[in-house]
């Protein structure tokens, strides 16, 4: 039995970044057309599958990127100049609409929970943080605190190919092989050569150690890649030629 894809979004520049709302399900992209110095943001709902705004240019079309995300909103930040790639500044978006919520150019990100961003003024010294609302930007009283996030996004390992009992359908360059197990599940990237390249392919096995999903997440490299997906709660989240979004249950 094999399993179906839940997401596949196609974006036209590359994806930069992802960035996960583990408050509220949500999945953030960054994409960067570096060419035309152009910087969007998409949005996805992972409970549903549904797309939640796509391609968003903010009025700062290259100077911003993705900050971090809790409470329904995606915090993006800014850049002193392009010479000095220091973050400067807040804006807070609607995570379902994209909407600009509110927007800070003297507080800086730090960290944040499940329901606050931890910032700071980077006016004064020493730094000290303090906790916001994502929602509303205002200040949380000190005994609003909540809890740290216990994340579920799980990366996987490398291994050595060698040391699972699985039938892999291509031999791994290097025996080298990224492995994660979910559940029931085992999920393997590896890179093969291919007429003088490298194909870095992914594939999902049942508990049978058959293979119920397969794909090619980046095709006629010329050198290895990093981790090629993620498992976040019961899904598998990973890039396709760094131009797709693409999710399967699991």
């Known amino acids: 039995m094999s399993i179906a894809e839940t997401i596949a979004v196609n974006f036209s520049s590359p994806i930069w970044r992802m960035q996960i709302d583990e408050s509220e399900d949500l999945l953030f992209v960054e994409v960067r057309n570096t060419a035309e110095k152009q910087v969007s943001f998409s949005g996805l709902d992972l409970k549903t599958g549904a797309i939640t705004f796509k391609d968003l240019v903010m009025p700062e079309r290259w100077l911003t990127g993705m900050e971090a995300a809790t ?6 930040h800014g850049f002193q100049s392009e010479k000095l790639p220091l973050h400067k500044g807040l804006t807070a978006l609607d995570g379902r609409t994209g909407e600009i919520l509110w927007a800070d150019y ?13 910032v700071y003024d980077a006016r004064f010294q020493p730094k000290k943080t303090f906790q916001i609302h994502p929602l509303t930007g205002e200040r949380l009283a000190d005994s609003e605190s909540d809890d740290q996030i216990n994340s579920e996004i799980k990366l996987p390992e490398i291994v050595d190919a060698n040391l699972i009992s699985l039938p892999l359908p291509v031999a791994p360059h290097g025996n080298a092989i990224h492995y994660l197990r ?3 599940f085992e999920i393997v990237s590896l890179h093969a050569l291919n007429n003088g390249r490298f194909n870095q392919y992914l594939y999902v096995f049942n508990g049978e150690k058959q293979v119920v999903y397969q794909d090619i997440v ?7 890649q990093p981790e090629a997906f993620i498992s976040y709660k019961n899904q598998l989240i990973w890039l396709k030629n760094q131009h797709s979004l693409k999710v399967v249950n699991l």
């Not at 990100?109 to 931890?118: A, L, P, V, W």
């Not at 980046?218 to 290895?224: G, R, T």
């Open 182 to 184: 979910h559940n029931e």
């Open 106 to 118: 003297n507080l800086n990100y730090d960290s944040h929970t499940t329901k606050s961003f931890i």
């Open 71 to 76: 409470g329904g909103v995606l915090l993006l």
């Open 218 to 224: 980046n095709e006629e490299i010329q050198k290895l």
